[in-house]
């Protein structure tokens, strides 16, 4: 049974950097790709950004010049640091396995989450 | 195209069937996903593919593709099932993913 669990600091301050990291258990880290979406209150998904095994990443234009998202294999986590925050970063910060496959068309689906991380940006 | 678009909101009577969709360009080269989300909750995997429910998710969702519009329907939909839906996909150059906006069910 895959599971995701996720953690790091809920309240931070303007200019800070958000850390989180998401561990997997269950579960090689090969053949996927491992997400990161955040929900502000009252608000939809949003998707962060990716990584796969090797280190590769795909990040939302919208965020990309202060997200880095990195893996650790040996310990099969993934982290998300984003900095500069504000309070338009508030938000439940979600981590997610990525399943990504094609035959004539593609397929994605997110189908492992993490619990959800409450972060708050207050001065 | 990297935008997908749901209906803000829909309502269902009790034991009725109701079909929520979602429109992009990107839907013309991957299938959608349908994600369940309750208050204070993780979204949950209802369909993906062509049409596929994870294990544990009732076989009254289904889903469907046609163009560039994906289908989530719920046939019999009971009082559990009002929640939020989102749709997702990559976008048409399959380096990015995008998410609906949401759209709010609610069970009559």
């Known amino acids: 049974q895959v599971q995701l669990q996720q953690w790091g600091a809920g309240l931070l301050k303007p200019s800070e950097t958000l850390s989180l990291t998401c561990a997997v258990y269950?579960?090689?880290?090969?053949?996927?790709?491992w997400s990161w979406m955040r929900q502000p209150p009252g608000k939809g998904l949003e998707w962060i950004g990716e990584i796969n095994h090797s280190g590769s990443t795909n990040y939302n234009p919208s965020h990309k010049s202060r997200v880095t998202i990195s893996v650790d294999t040996s310990k099969n986590q993934f982290s998300l640091k984003l900095s500069s925050v504000t309070a338009a970063d508030t938000a439940v910060y979600y981590c997610?396995?990525?399943?990504?496959?094609?035959?004539?068309?593609?397929?994605?689906?997110?189908?492992?989450w993490g619990q959800g991380t409450l972060v708050t940006v207050s001065s | 195209s990297s935008e997908l678009t749901q209906d803000p909101a829909v309502s269902v009577a009790l034991g009725q069937t109701v079909r929520i969709t979602c429109q992009g360009d990107?839907?013309?080269?991957?299938?959608g996903s349908w994600y369940q989300q309750k208050p204070g909750q993780a979204p949950v995997l209802v369909i993906y593919g062509k049409n596929d429910r994870p294990s544990g998710i009732p076989d009254r969702f289904s889903g469907s593709s046609s163009g560039d519009t994906t289908s989530l329907t719920i046939t019999g939909a009971q009082a559990e099932d009002e929640a939020d839906y989102y749709c997702n996909s990559r976008d048409s150059s399959g380096n990015l993913v995008v998410f609906g906006g949401g759209t709010k069910l609610t069970v009559l």
């Open positions: 269950g579960e090689s880290f090969s053949d996927y790709y």
């Open positions: 997610a396995r990525t399943r990504l496959y094609y035959d004539s068309r593609g397929y994605h689906e997110f189908d492992y």
């Open positions: 990107s839907l013309r080269s991957y299938y």
